[in-house]
């Protein structure tokens, strides 16, 4: 698989995951070129991996002035399966969007 998969992407991925998740994740995004923020609200962050978009405000989420994806990890999945990244307005955290992720 390309090394370059996720050049460009800048994630951080919420604590709302489990650990375990969260290390996979991590161990997949950098093997494939992405680079770990420097936390929630760096300007750079491209793209928020979690569950779902936090309801509470003591939960971490990108401020509202962010231009980054809130994707859920399986983005990341299909994005490696593919070898192809793929367009993160088609994984969206936002529990609204009741069909994100789903391909037919």
């Known amino acids: ?12 991925i919420s604590e709302t995951i489990s650990t375990n998740a969260r290390d996979q994740l991590t161990e997949v995004l950098d093997k494939h070129g992405a680079v770990v923020s420097k936390g929630v609200d760096d300007p750079d962050l491209t793209h928020f ?6 309801l509470e405000s003591f939960v971490e989420a990108p401020p509202k002035s962010s231009n980054a994806y809130s994707v859920t990890p399986k983005w990341v999945e299909r994005s490696v399966v593919l070898n192809s990244l793929q367009d993160g307005e088609y994984y969206s955290a936002d529990p609204a969007l009741l069909f994100s992720g789903v391909t037919a």
Request: proline share 6%; with cysteine.
């Open 49 to 54: 991996i979690t569950h779902n978009l936090p």
């Open 1 to 12: 698989m390309s090394q370059s998969l996720f050049d460009g992407v800048i994630y951080c």
